[in-house]
Structures are given as structure tokens and as C-alpha cells.
């Protein structure tokens, strides 16, 4: 049973190297890609919350590069970050009185 086991985990590995190298992938792909379920990756497509091109009208593909750009925005910042913002701002402000 290990050895399927192991198996298995490299040929997921080799199917995220071949993803990788695509520039468009296809509705499958990307589910894979981002983890996202099927379900709720065709609900973002439908409510126009992820982006994609549809250029036949039927079959759904992505841009790699796009998704990359959607599955990193709206980032939170570091404690660290947050820390020295705060300290600028209090710095400004105790400069402008």
C-alpha cells in the first residue's frame, strides 16, 4: 500500500511541474492549480469574481499569469509591517504640530 502511496504523491507532483509550465489552462487545471473546488470555481466564472475567457462561448480557460495576480491580491500585511506603518504615521504626525 506504501508504494502506491508514493506513487501517487509523485505523479501529483509531476502534474503541478506540467502546470507550471502552461501559460493557459483549461476549467480542470485551474481547479487543481488553486485547490479550489469545481463547484465554487464555477460560481466565481459565473459571477465574474475570478477572471477568464470563454472564447467560443462554452469552453472556459484562464490565464496563468491572471490567476497568479487574483490569488495574490488583497494581502495582509506583517505584524512588523503594520508596526512600522504606525510608527511613520505617529512620526508625521507628532512632525506637523
Known amino acids: 500500500m506504501e508504494i502506491f502511496e508514493r506513487f501517487d504523491e509523485r505523479l501529483r507532483n509531476i502534474e503541478s511541474l506540467l502546470l507550471s509550465q502552461k501559460s493557459v489552462l483549461n476549467f480542470d487545471e ?10 465554487y470555481l464555477y460560481k466565481l466564472t459565473s459571477t465574474g469574481g475570478i477572471p477568464c475567457f ?3 462561448g462554452k469552453h472556459i480557460y484562464f ?3 491572471e490567476i497568479d495576480d487574483w490569488l495574490l491580491q488583497n494581502r495582509k500585511a506583517t505584524n512588523d509591517e503594520i508596526e512600522d506603518q504606525a510608527a511613520t504615521f ?8
Not at 485551474?30 to 463547484?39: D, E, I, P, R
Open 30 to 39: 485551474v481547479a487543481v492549480y488553486t485547490g479550489l473546488s469545481k463547484s
Open 63 to 65: 490565464s496563468k499569469q
Open 90 to 97: 505617529v512620526t508625521l504626525k507628532n512632525g506637523t504640530r
Open 54 to 56: 470563454k472564447p467560443q
